[in-house]
C-alpha cells in the first residue's frame, strides 16, 4: 500500500504566457536560437498547465507578457517570496533584465511588502522554500546565476535560514532543473548536479529525499510544481513519476516540449506567492 502524503493545499500562482517567447539567444546548454519554436504550439501547451493548476484549486495569477522579453514566460525567476515578503530579483543576463520590473510592479500592485535585490539573482530558479524543516528553510543554489551574496541578502531580507548549495553541472544551471519541494519537509533531487559537498548537506538534511537519477533531470523531471500530493511534471519524466508515485504523490504530466527549448519546464512557468499565513 502507499503512503498518504500530506493533502493538497490551495496554492497562488503566477505566471506569464508566451506571447512574446522565443530563443533569440543562449544562455543556457538548452537554448540554440537555430531550433526553430512553435510559438502557436507553446501557448497551447502553457494553457494546459495553467488549466491543470486551476483544476487542482489553485488560483493562478497573469503577467502580461512584454514585447522584447522572450524568456518572460519564465516567470518563477522574477521574485522570491516567504510570508508575504517578496525578494525581488536582478537577472544575471542583460537580456532579461527588465523582467524584474514587471513582476515588482505585479507586487505593489497587490500591497506585497517587495525588497529590491542589490544582489545578482534570479528569483525561485534558484530559491527554494521549504516550510516544515526547522521552521522553514530556504534552499538556494549558486554556481551559475545567483551570486552567493544574494544568499546572505535573502536571509536578511526573509528572516530565515538559507542553505547555500554549488551546481556543477551547466545543464543544470537553476537549482530549481535539480532540486524540487515536494510538500512540506520534503524534497526530490538529483544529486550529479551538485558539488560533493553540497550532496553531503542534502543527505544531511533530507535523508528521506525522493532521489532523482540523470534520466529524470534530463528528461526536466524535477523542474516540477508540487501542491503536497499532486505533482504536475514534465510527460517525459516517466521514471520519476514512477518514483513519486510509489512514494504516494499523484503525479500529473504535462507536455511542455516548445518551452523546454529555451531550457525550461513546469516549474520555470510557475512562481509560487507565499502570503502571510493568517493571524490567529
Ligand atoms: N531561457 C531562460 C534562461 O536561461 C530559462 C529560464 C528557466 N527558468 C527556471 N526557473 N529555471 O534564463
Same mark, same amino acid.
Given at each position: ?11 497562488e ?8 517567447f ?6 543556457n ?20 498547465l495553467r488549466?491543470t493548476?486551476?483544476?487542482l ?9 512584454r514585447? *522584447?522579453?522572450?524568456?518572460?514566460? @519564465?516567470?518563477?525567476?522574477? =521574485?522570491?517570496? $516567504?510570508?508575504?515578503?517578496? &525578494? #525581488?530579483a !536582478? ?29 545578482t539573482?534570479? *528569483?525561485?530558479g534558484d530559491?527554494a @522554500?521549504?516550510?516544515g524543516? =526547522?521552521?522553514? $528553510?530556504?534552499?538556494?543554489? &549558486? #554556481?551559475? !546565476?545567483?551570486d ?10 526573509l528572516g ?39 550532496? !553531503?548537506?542534502l543527505?544531511?538534511?533530507f535523508?528521506?529525499?525522493v ?6 533531470a ?14 504536475v511534471?514534465?510527460?517525459a ?12 504523490y ?31
Open positions: 500500500m502507499t503512503e498518504q502524503r500530506t493533502p493538497p493545499m490551495t496554492r500562482y503566477l505566471m506569464c504566457p508566451p506571447q512574446h522565443a530563443v533569440e539567444y543562449a544562455i546548454p538548452w537554448m540554440d536560437p537555430a531550433v526553430e519554436v512553435d510559438r502557436e504550439l507553446a501557448g497551447k501547451q502553457w494553457e494546459l488549466v493548476l486551476t483544476d484549486g489553485h488560483t493562478v495569477h497573469v503577467l502580461p507578457a514585447v *522584447g522579453l522572450p524568456d518572460m514566460v @519564465y516567470a518563477a525567476n522574477g =521574485a522570491f517570496s $516567504v510570508d508575504g515578503t517578496v &525578494y #525581488g !536582478r537577472f544575471r543576463h542583460p537580456q532579461r533584465r527588465s523582467e524584474a520590473a514587471a513582476h515588482h510592479r505585479f507586487y505593489l500592485d497587490r500591497g506585497w511588502t517587495y525588497i529590491p535585490a542589490s544582489e539573482n534570479e *528569483g525561485e530559491f @522554500y521549504v516550510p524543516v =526547522a521552521g522553514g $528553510v530556504i534552499l538556494a543554489g &549558486y #554556481g551559475f !546565476r545567483t552567493p551574496a544574494a544568499h546572505a541578502e535573502a536571509q536578511e531580507v530565515r535560514p538559507v542553505v547555500s548549495l554549488r551546481l556543477v553541472d551547466p545543464r543544470f544551471y537553476h537549482l530549481d532543473t535539480a532540486l524540487a519541494v515536494l510538500d512540506e519537509h520534503r524534497i526530490a533531487y538529483f544529486p550529479g548536479a551538485f558539488s560533493t559537498a553540497a550532496q !553531503r548537506v543527505a544531511q538534511l535523508p528521506d529525499a532521489l532523482a537519477d540523470d534520466a529524470d534530463l528528461a526536466f523531471g524535477l523542474n516540477l510544481v508540487s501542491d503536497g500530493r499532486h505533482v511534471l514534465n510527460s519524466a516517466t521514471g520519476l513519476a514512477q518514483r513519486l508515485a510509489a512514494a504516494g499523484r503525479p500529473v504530466a504535462v507536455e511542455l516540449t516548445e518551452l523546454r527549448k529555451g531550457g525550461g519546464s513546469v516549474k520555470c512557468c510557475v512562481a509560487e506567492l507565499r502570503p502571510a499565513p493568517p493571524q490567529t
